[in-house]
Every structure is written in C-alpha cells, then in structure tokens.
C-alpha cells in the first residue's frame, strides 16, 4: 500500500488460539504503516484479547454466525450497528484472515477496493475477495500463515512479536484460596478441556499427573485446574483424586482472570487449546499434549515450552473424533510428568 495513512481492516473473528496468531500481523501492519488507521472485526468472545492494544486503533465486535444461518438469531443492536458501520465506512484494504463463510459475509459487505485473503479457502469463502494470494503451505505454522499477507502488503519479514490487550492489572486473589494467594509456593494450573474428543487426555491421567505435581516436596507446587463451564464437572473428577493442595477454577474465570491467573503460573499443562496459546503469550511455559494435531502447525510458540507427544504412524490425522485415540490415552502420565518436572527445574534453576 502507498497511502500514507491507509484504512486497513482485519477480519479475524475467532477462536481463541486463531486470534493469538493473527496478533503478529497486527503487529506487522502497524510496523509498516505507522500511521494507518487499522481496525479489526471480532466476535465478542474475544474482543477482550484486543482491548486497548497499542497497535490498534479500533475493535469492531461482530455477532457470532453460526452454521446454517447468517442473520437470523444475530443480536438485533449489534447487528444493526456493524451494518451501519461497514455501510458508512471506507477501507484502503480489508484482509480475511479467517477463510470461512462467516468472515467472508463481512468482507463482502465492507466498501474497500482490495479485499485480500488466500484462494480456495474453505466454504468457498475466497469468492467474496478481489485479491487472491495461493494456498499457503499447511505444514507452516498458524502464525506465518497470516503473517504471509502481511508482508503481501509491505510488511518487513521480522520475527514474529506479540503483545495482548488485556489489562495486567486484573486480579484473581478472589478466587483462590488466601494460602494461594498469601503463600510463595508455585503455581501450576492444569487446563484439561478441549473441545476435540480427540484431543482429550483421560480424566485419571490428569488425576495422576496433579496428585504427583501437588504431592511434589521438593517443588512445593499448588494446583489449579481451570477451564469452561462445560469442564466443571471433568475437573471435579480430576480434583477428587488429587492429595495435594488444588482447587476447582473451570468454569468461573473470564478471560481476562484466566490470562491473569495463567501469567502468575510458573507452568500451564494443556491440550492443543486456547489456553494453551494464552499462556504461551503470556511468556509462561507451558507443557503441551499432542495427539490428533500437529504442533508444528499449532504448537506453543516461543522458548521454553514442551510439547509431549507419542508420535504414532496416525498421528496427526486432524479428525475431531476416533474410535481408538491411542495418541493421548497411551501417553503416560509419568511422561508428562517428567516432562512437566523438566520445565519447572529449570526455572527454579534459572529463577
């Protein structure tokens, strides 16, 4: 782009991890437009993550389409609003990092005479953009898939940075016991949710690992598990097993206490999720289990982290369920462990 002071919007309305990634676009836009006006089109759930970011000029909350429908059952005022919005509003370039059928009914709404974005994307979304780049590598990491059209756009191939909008000031002492709070030993939260069947590791796998975590003498650990309200129940099964100090957090943080309580973690152990994204931004180390996923796709981006998979012939097979999900259910809870031990070590160590 030459403009001067470009309009740029993205378009990357969820999920969790998917919107960690796209931060270093953001951040590369922004690098290389310094005075562009840049706006990002999200869905409520995950507008928090964008609140006040330093990069950004504007956060636009979209309402959640879901399959099978576009308008209908949409929130009437803020549907209204963002109509109102994409009809009144001008943009330099729009940028559909997401490739789906939702992102594409706002693209082709917004007024901009480059709308960019990959070709053949999924349900035939690239047909709502006048700018096609070709398939990106899908072996590549999430991060320099978008990133990709960033640099298509001027952006310098730096690493990637990335920086949240959430505030560093929530607080969570509330919801933790006053020995949590008060006392100086570590912190390990536990995040076993995972929306993928297949991507969940056995609830008395979880059950060992933080007894043996919580029961550490020499580490002096405390455990929280956390995760949606749908996982309460998984985590209260986890929690009845575990003898050590550990309390139940699922389904009681908003996003920004979770991301308060995952900073002040010295480790996170989770599936490929959200979560784990989260805390991986956040500069905690986290221990990451892989099954049906590829890590080299989705894995914890930075330095210090694990990732502990078993590497079977199917695996990754990408399927969200399986008769036979021997890439998690064969994975030990003694090799997490070790690998969770590893990690917490070297930060003391390092500390």
């Not at 943009?91 to 594409?104: E, H």
């Not at 953009?129 to 960033?150: G, Q, T």
């Not at 008395?204 to 995760?227: E, H, M």
Request: proline share 8%; glycine share 8%.
């Amino acid at each position: 782009m030459s403009e001067e002071h470009p309009r740029i919007l993205m378009v990357k309305l969820s999920s969790l991890g998917d919107v960690l990634h796209a931060l270093p676009t953001l951040e590369a836009l922004r690098a290389a437009h310094p005075l562009a006006q840049i706006t990002w089109l999200v869905e409520a759930a995950y507008a928090p993550l964008l609140d006040k970011h330093p990069a950004l000029d504007q956060v636009w909350v979209a309402p959640r389409l879901r399959p099978g429908e576009i308008f209908s059952g949409a929130n009437p005022a803020l549907l209204g609003r963002l109509l109102g919005r994409l009809r009144t509003s001008h943009f330099d370039v729009v940028i559909d990092l997401q490739g789906l059928l939702k992102s594409a009914v706002w693209v082709a709404l917004a007024r901009s005479p480059r709308k960019l974005g990959y070709d053949r994307t999924r349900e035939l979304s690239y047909l709502a953009l006048n700018e096609r780049l070709a398939p990106f590598d899908p072996e590549a990491h999430a991060i320099f898939r978008y990133l990709h059209l960033a640099r298509h756009l001027g952006a310098p191939a730096n690493p990637p940075r990335l920086r949240l909008g959430l505030g560093a000031g929530t607080a969570v002492s509330h919801l933790l016991p006053e020995v949590y709070v008060k006392g100086r030993r570590p912190l390990v939260v536990l995040h076993p949710g995972a929306r993928w069947p297949s991507k969940q590791w056995p609830a008395a796998a979880w059950a060992r690992l933080g007894d043996r975590l919580s029961s550490n003498q020499t580490l002096g650990l405390r455990v929280a598990i956390t995760g949606s309200a749908a996982d309460r129940g998984l985590a209260e099964e986890i929690l009845q097993k575990v003898e050590g100090p550990a309390i139940n957090l699922a389904g009681r943080t908003s996003l920004a206490e979770l991301a308060a309580l995952l900073r002040q973690a010295s480790l996170v152990v989770t599936p490929d999720t959200g979560a784990m994204h989260l805390a991986a931004a956040l500069g905690t180390r986290v221990a990451a289990l892989f099954g049906p996923t590829a890590p080299w796709r989705t894995g914890p981006c930075g330095e210090g982290h694990a990732v502990v998979r078993l590497g079977l012939d199917c695996s990754p097979c990408f399927q969200r369920r399986c008769k036979a999900p021997r890439c998690l259910t064969d994975l030990a809870p003694e090799t997490v462990l070790a690998a969770c031990e590893k990690i917490l070590f070297t930060a003391k160590v390092n500390g």
